[in-house]
């Protein structure tokens, strides 16, 4: 089997360029039809996989249209799939797919549970690849100079493991940024911009699971070059970065200047680098990514969600004109959207990977629910996003809500809006994207501005459930900002959603109250997760947090 070319090959950029630009542009070209693409992709999964449990049961050979398939298969989630995948992790064969899974991505989902997702090779060159490859298209394209060198690019998710933890049939059960393309489906190009890196592989043995440890020492290694991008895909990764640069500033210094690892021998003394370095101290009371990476050209991660509400500051604190990209609107399950120009938050509809069917938001999702092909899809709603591929996965809900943003060459082009979580203690029956844009309105309204924010229903004075929103102004709000505040969320909550109106009415809910919290309050949270073991890719943005550990952690206060 091949393993990944190193970027280190004269060759290697040249190739790797190539092959992301045929790829976006055979994405282009299937948008001619997407129809037909989709038609194409659903009877290539029936042939395959026919003859497998799962497709004997649900009459794969007698299918032969979308309609067919809506009345075989019901829209299902992971529980409903579970008891398949838990048979192929055991090591039985064609269950789901003809094809055996190679690993098994993990996925912390909403719960934080891990899932088992099988990953097969066909899967991988029909579904993953192709979207993958086209992914990194506009970064390469309108900077080319991240692939000048190797450690041009920080990536923050590149977390190779030595030793993976395995399902019960041997296979190796691990995040997708911990698995090698190469050696295991033989994409010698597969290695992502950054893996390269000479952190990318730590010189020194560092438990796996010392998550923070990994993050200190190629963040300590990264200040000595001269990085273009930072690629962080779940952008809470790249919000730590800032924080964790001060936090640990006289450690790295120190280190730079010795040549050590966090105290350990294993690099050469740099005193000039901590010298230059120790000269921003004296300037800057905040050291901030600007200040050590001057031609910082670009940051990749999702961009829409609660990121939205920080990422326009966030971007000034790597530099003046860093572009922000969005990484693919995609889970481990597998892609919805992919960016193919520089759009700022949406990707069009990846109609080549994956047979796809949409919700209503706001309704609930059943095994007979009705839903909608993409030539259906309205702009400026909110849809469930449920698609089939050849991996295994069958009229999946993936969990999370997208919005069509506009349509583009006759494909809708889609936005992460939030998980399809519903928060609902008085019939107000709230999504993350209802209160993220009750957020946006709110602050808008009044000119103020968040690092971050999260909510729980707590109880009011009357015994009523209310929402208590913990915010992180990005510079301190008075009392006044903070009331003024507050009655413009509460009514804009009643504008996204009928519920919450009724509920607020009829008294059933009361109003919401704020915490403020310090403005580094999220970013400590986060690093107190990643301590407790999370691998930082899974400590995401989450919005609606009603467990009361963790929100004692993030707000310091004990919830009645």
């Not at 449990?53 to 529980?79: C, E, M, N």
């Not at 101290?281 to 939205?308: D, E, K, Q």
């Not at 919005?403 to 928060?423: F, H, I, K, M």
């Not at 009928?498 to 009415?505: H, I, N, S």
């Amino acid at each position: 089997m091949n393993s990944v070319e190193p970027w280190s090959d004269p060759g290697r950029v040249e190739r790797y360029r190539s092959r992301v630009f045929a790829e976006r542009a055979r994405l282009r070209a299937a948008f001619a039809d997407p129809a037909g693409h989709q038609q194409r992709v659903l009877e290539d999964l029936l042939a395959f996989n026919a003859d497998t449990a799962y497709g004997r049961a649900h009459g794969f050979a007698r299918i032969r249209t979308l309609d067919d398939w809506r009345k075989a298969v019901p829209v299902q989630d992971y529980s409903a799939l579970a008891p398949w995948i838990e048979r192929a992790a055991a090591g039985e064969d064609n269950v789901l797919t003809a094809d055996k899974p190679a690993v098994f991505f993990t996925s912390s989902g909403s719960t934080g549970a891990h899932k088992k997702i099988p990953v097969t090779p066909r899967f991988m060159r029909t579904t993953f690849f192709p979207f993958y490859y086209a992914a990194w298209a506009p970064l390469i394209e309108h900077f080319p100079d991240v692939l000048a060198r190797p450690d041009a690019v920080l990536n923050l998710k590149h977390d190779p493991i030595a030793a993976p933890p395995v399902t019960a049939s041997g296979r190796p059960h691990v995040g997708a940024s911990q698995v090698d393309f190469g050696s295991r489906f033989g994409e010698p190009l597969s290695a992502e911009p950054g893996t390269g890196a000479p952190w990318a592989t730590l010189p020194v043995a560092v438990d796996a699971g010392a998550h923070l440890d990994k993050m200190y020492l190629r963040l300590r290694m990264a200040v000595e070059s001269d990085v273009r991008c930072v690629i962080g895909i779940n952008p809470a990764m790249v919000a730590a970065l800032p924080y964790q640069l001060n936090l640990w500033w006289p450690r790295i210094l120190k280190d730079i200047r010795d040549g050590t690892l966090d105290g350990q021998p294993g690099l050469l003394p740099n005193p000039q680098r901590a010298l230059e370095l120790q000269q921003l101290t004296r300037c800057h009371a905040t050291i901030r990514p600007a200040h050590i990476w001057p031609n910082m050209r670009a940051l990749f991660c999702w961009t829409t969600g609660l990121a939205s509400l920080y990422l326009p500051r966030l971007r000034e604190e790597f530099g003046p004109g860093v572009t922000l990209l969005p990484a693919p609107v995609a889970a481990s399950e597998g892609p919805t959207g992919v960016a193919l120009d520089r759009h700022p938050t949406a990707g069009s509809l990846v109609v080549t990977a994956s047979v796809y069917e949409f919700a209503d938001a706001d309704q609930d999702l059943t095994p007979d629910t009705h839903t909608l092909q993409p030539h259906e899809l309205e702009p400026g709603r909110d849809y469930h996003a449920i698609f089939s591929h050849v991996g295994g996965l069958y009229r999946y809900a993936v969990g999370d809500v997208v919005r069509v943003v506009d349509s583009e060459e006759g494909v809708p082009r889609l936005a992460y809006t939030g998980r399809n979580t519903l928060s609902n203690a008085a019939g107000e029956r709230l999504r993350d994207a209802h209160v993220l844009r009750a957020l946006t309105a709110a602050l808008a309204g009044g000119g103020l501005e968040l690092r971050n924010a999260a909510c729980r229903v707590r109880q009011d004075g009357r015994g009523a459930p209310a929402y208590e929103f913990a915010l992180a102004p990005h510079t301190p709000w008075t009392d006044d900002e903070t009331d003024r505040f507050l009655g413009r969320l509460d009514r804009a909550l009643g504008d996204e959603s009928p519920g919450y109106r009724r509920a607020r009415a009829e008294r059933r809910l009361g109003s919401p109250t704020a915490l403020r919290l310090p403005a580094d309050a999220f970013a400590r949270d986060w690093q107190e997760s990643v301590a407790a073991g999370i691998r930082p890719t899974q400590v995401k943005d989450r919005l609606f947090r009603q467990d009361p550990a963790q929100w004692r952690r993030l707000t310091g206060r004990t919830p009645e």
